[in-house]
């Protein structure tokens, strides 16, 4: 796969669209506007955390993941699936993970690697960078890409702090495509490394190439398409063979606070759910919070269990984890099993910052259009009712001094008032 | 240049009411976003607005906030009508705080607001009068050529 990071991994349906404002409210970056009736993704803004997916009444957006086809290409000679942790909360009476495993190898693949496992050599690589003492605390866990896009977009300040470990699952992917290749034979290339992912930040993120210099997987597919192909093919599994290798630590870091819980400290935080984020965000901004050593946000509630393109209810699928958990060891794996060095799981090159909160290159200019949207926001109402389609009176004031909208689009002054 | 061009913004900080405090300092650091200010100079203006209004809600029932922004520097100016400092080189130092034990227990009264102010901003006066009130004046400089270096 190419790196690309233009990649859009949300998109309207405009014929769904009934240009309500849900999406437009509860889009943490003011990425949408509603235009001539219909929503409007800025995607310079867009963190692909899937917020607008979920409020959606009438379904009009939609996550772009690839089609399970994909893993027919004549390119691929040996497939390999890459469950996420939360995989395993989607389903009833699964005592045994193994069968989740089985059922992936019935549906067309031809081995399975655990992302749980990739998860667990990055826990231990994070431990021992702790150690290091090289890392600003208090360390923001980068395991959830739309907080380092939210990071990357709105709070550049916190960037140091980010852990500099890759995803679990670029772990797990180079690791299994290495195995296979030592297994089989064949050239790196020919085998298909397939995420089965939890939510659209993720999908963007494999694209994108998020802490790596090249992509680390052939496709991403989604979790609610596997789930439906997944469950017949579950259900003719007899006795599972022992295939699972993962252990409590990869399993946990489905759900909030397990990779913080992995890393063995007292001082460390785990918030869940957008808002939550940005809450913490800011305090960080505000210089608080420095007493703690890590810090774990996911955008989602729950954690990756209440991933957008999941089934369950994150509360049911995260409890359902908690059944599971008591079958199995602490942890099954570690970086000593593999060759590998600490240099293996950190960032290969760092994300950049994005500066579209920035009004102009030029301070003056950019002095210039910030005193006409303050002038502008003092005549508005301060209802952030949404009706001109805008999230806020103030990102109406900025869309009106940059031209993009008319002061009469607020259906909430008085136009004569203005004269 | 004839007029410098000069952003002023205006808040009034509600006293006793901890869920809107921040307020201001959230739209401060909003609008230095927006210019494009040094992530280090926004954190600093957002420090000291944030113990600020912090300050002014625990001690003064609340008060004003003015703000100035040029391409040179960030002026801040707190004024409320509270009790006064009784004793502002105690007040400065580190740890001392006067704040109520309901306030500490939500976290507050650390005694770390106006040493943090001062450490963070490049200029700080503070003007106060018990029983009138207290203003205090903050200077950040955004151009690291200009007088005055953080402490």
Known sequence: MQKNDQIHTVKLDKDKCMGCVSCMKRCPTEAIRVRNGKARIHYERCISCGECVRVCPHQAKKVIYDDFSIIEDPRFKYKIALPAPSLYGQFENLDNLNYLIEGLLKIGFDDVYEVARGAELVSEATRTLFDSGKLKKPVISTACPAVVQLILLRFHDLKDNLLPVQAPVDISAKLAREEAAKKTGLKPEEIGIFFISPCPAKIHALHSGLGVSKPTVDGVLSASDIYFRLLPAMKQVEEPRDLSQIGIFGLSWAASGGEAATLLKNKYLAADGMENVLNILKELENGKLNDLEFIELNACIGGCVGGVLNIENPFVARAKLQTRRKYLPVTKNSISQTDKNLDYFVWECEPDVTNVMQLDEDINVAMALLERINKIEKILPMLDCGCCGAPSCRAFAEDVALGEAKITDCHRINVEDLL | ?151
Request: aromatic share 4%.
């Open chain 2, 1 to 151: 240049m004839s007029e410098q061009t000069r952003i002023s913004l205006e808040f009034d900080v509600e006293g006793d009411n901890f869920v809107s405090a921040g307020k201001a300092s959230e739209a401060v650091k909003g609008n230095l976003k927006m210019l494009g200010l040094p992530p280090t100079i926004i954190r600093r203006a957002a420090i000291v607005m944030y113990e600020g209004e912090i300050n002014m809600v625990i001690h003064a029932k609340g008060g004003k906030a003015y703000v100035d922004i040029t391409d040179k520097d960030i002026s801040i100016t707190l004024k409320d009508e509270g009790p006064g400092i009784e004793n502002i080189e105690l007040a400065m130092q580190e740890g001392y705080s006067t704040a109520p034990d309901a306030i500490r227990a939500l976290g507050f009264g650390a005694g770390m607001g106006l040493p943090n102010m001062k450490k963070y901003s490049d200029n700080m006066e503070i003007e106060s009068e018990v029983g009138k009130g207290t203003t205090v004046r903050m200077k950040i400089n955004i151009q690291p050529d200009s007088e005055g270096q953080q402490q």
